[in-house]
């Protein structure tokens, strides 16, 4: 669909829906996380909440970044010019993996004292740091999600929120099925969504 022809107000209400939609999903992350590790106790839970404020700031970022990249795409593509969306495009997701960069060697090397400097208890400095590295070390992959949706949002294909839904569900079915080390595969889940995410996106700049 063309949405630099015909009325504003729907353009506006076909692109907000899928967006608001898709930050509702994001929001469910957590509380998916927080279900499935309960069952090992009170200090994965805490875990998991100390490690998601933490991820506040990755998502801050990342948003930051995903609406600069929906208003280049966007624009480019208003210009009738999907070479230089695409180019636009390349470079948001370039940004994005140097800006996550910072984020995953803190959680690499410095997860433990993360959740010491929040006042985690001793489980979860043995045990729940690996949660901590695990999402910390590859938030790229969170960033990630965030700007292939906003390059696709600014493309005018706003139908693609399936980063954040997908991995609820993928994540909701893999712990019930296999329910052993919840921390480990809450966090390693999230790699399957951003890999698919960046071959629809491939397969879009090669149409064009």
């Known amino acids: 669909m063309d949405y630099t022809q015909g009325s504003i107000s729907r353009a506006i209400l076909l692109l907000a829906v899928p967006m608001m939609l898709e930050m509702a999903m994001e929001s469910t992350f957590a509380v998916v996380d927080i279900f499935f590790v309960s069952s090992l106790g009170a200090s994965a839970v805490a875990t998991v909440g100390l490690t998601e404020s933490v991820l506040t700031l990755v998502y801050a970022v990342a948003i930051g970044l995903s609406m ?15 070479k230089e969306a695409a180019d636009a495009a390349v470079q948001a997701i370039i940004v994005a993996l140097v800006a996550s960069i910072p984020f995953a060697l803190a959680g690499i090397f410095f997860a433990k004292d993360i959740l010491r400097l929040m006042g985690a208890d001793d489980w979860a400095l043995t045990h729940g740091y690996r949660f901590t590295a695990w999402m910390l070390g590859t938030n790229g992959v969170v960033v990630l999600l965030f700007v292939i949706n906003a390059i696709f949002r600014g493309a005018g294909d706003a ?3 399936k980063g954040p839904t997908e991995k609820s569900f993928l994540e909701a079915w893999w712990l ?14 999230s790699l399957a969504d951003a890999e698919e995410l960046l071959i629809e996106f491939r397969k879009s700049t090669e149409a064009t």
């Open 176 to 189: 019930r099925r296999f329910p052993a080390n919840p921390l480990k595969w809450g966090s390693v889940l």
């Open 68 to 82: 600069g990249t929906t208003a280049m795409v966007a624009r480019r593509i208003g210009e009738k010019n999907p």
């Open 159 to 161: 139908k693609w929120m």
